[in-house]
C-alpha cells in the first residue's frame, strides 16, 4: 500500500475561520511533508516533520500552523488566511529523510479563501 | 541556486506517438531526479526516480534518462496513449541544499489525442 490520503478533498472558508487540513499515511514512513501548490505553478515546501518532531519550516506565515499527533498523521491548521493562500495543499510522505528515499504523495486538499 | 526547467511547456500529439520531455537543472550536485505525473487538480503520481549513479530507469512505456554531468534528463513516453495527457513534472534532490526539499520543474503540459 503506497496510499496517502488527504481530508477534506475541497474547503472554502473566510477570512476569519479556522479549519484543519488532515493527512494519513499507513506505509510506517517516518518523514512527512506539506507543500503548497498555486495554479500552474510547481509545488513548493511548506513544512518537513521527522519522527514526529518538526525539522524544517521555509518561512512559513504563521497563519499555517502543522501539527503531527503521531507518527500516520499529519495536520495543518489554518487561521486568518488571506485570499492569496487558495492553493492546492499536497501531503506527501517518505520512508525517512534519507536522500534516495522516494516521497509518495496524496490527492491534494483544494483550498478557496473568500 | 538550484534552478529546474522543463521544455517544452506544453506539448499536443496525436496518439500513438513516441515523446520526449526534457529537463535540465543548474547544479549538477544532486542525490536523484525524480519524475512526476500530475492529473489536473490531482496531487502527484511518481513515475520514476533515477539515483544521480544511474543512468537511466525503465518502467513500461515509460525511460528516463540522466546525464549527471550536462544537467540534464529526458522522460521518453513511447506510443503515446490519450489516458497519457496531463502535467508532467520533474524534481531534483539537491546535494547543495536540504535534502529534504524536492526542487522541481515548471513542468511539461502533455495532451494526447485519438
Known amino acids: 500500500d503506497t496510499e496517502v490520503t488527504q481530508t477534506p478533498k475541497h474547503l472554502v472558508m473566510g477570512m476569519t475561520n479556522k479549519k484543519s487540513l488532515k493527512c494519513e499515511q499507513h506505509?510506517?514512513?517516518?518523514?512527512m511533508y506539506w507543500y503548497k501548490q498555486k495554479a500552474k505553478k510547481p509545488p513548493e515546501l511548506m513544512f518537513v516533520?521527522?519522527?514526529?518532531?518538526?525539522?524544517i519550516n521555509e518561512s512559513v506565515p504563521s497563519r499555517f500552523s502543522p501539527e503531527c499527533p503521531n507518527s500516520s498523521l499529519l495536520n495543518l491548521h489554518l487561521h486568518a488566511l488571506q485570499p492569496e493562500d487558495s492553493a492546492l495543499y499536497l501531503c506527501?510522505?517518505?520512508?525517512?529523510?534519507?536522500?534516495?528515499?522516494?516521497?509518495?504523495f496524496g490527492p491534494g486538499t483544494r483550498l478557496t479563501v473568500l | 541556486k538550484q534552478e529546474v526547467t522543463q521544455i517544452p511547456a506544453a506539448l499536443s500529439v496525436p496518439e500513438g506517438e513516441n515523446l520526449v520531455l526534457n529537463c535540465s537543472f543548474t547544479?549538477?550536485?544532486?542525490?536523484?531526479l525524480q519524475w512526476f505525473r500530475q492529473d489536473p487538480g490531482k496531487g502527484l503520481t511518481s513515475l520514476l526516480l533515477?539515483?544521480?549513479?544511474?543512468r537511466e530507469q525503465t518502467s513500461g512505456r515509460l525511460n528516463a534518462s540522466l546525464d549527471k554531468s550536462s544537467g540534464r534528463s529526458t522522460l521518453y513516453i513511447a506510443a503515446s496513449q490519450p489516458g497519457d495527457s496531463a502535467t508532467y513534472l520533474c524534481?531534483?534532490?539537491?546535494?547543495?541544499?536540504?535534502?529534504?526539499?524536492?526542487?522541481f520543474g515548471t513542468g511539461t503540459r502533455l495532451q494526447v489525442f485519438p
Open positions: 547544479d549538477s550536485a544532486i542525490y536523484n
Open positions: 516533520y521527522s519522527y514526529e518532531k518538526l525539522s
Open positions: 524534481a531534483v534532490r539537491s546535494t547543495s541544499y536540504n535534502t529534504d526539499k524536492l526542487i
Open positions: 506527501a510522505s517518505s520512508q525517512d529523510r534519507g536522500s534516495t528515499d522516494t516521497q509518495y
Open positions: 533515477i539515483q544521480s549513479s544511474q
Open positions: 506505509m510506517g514512513h517516518r518523514a
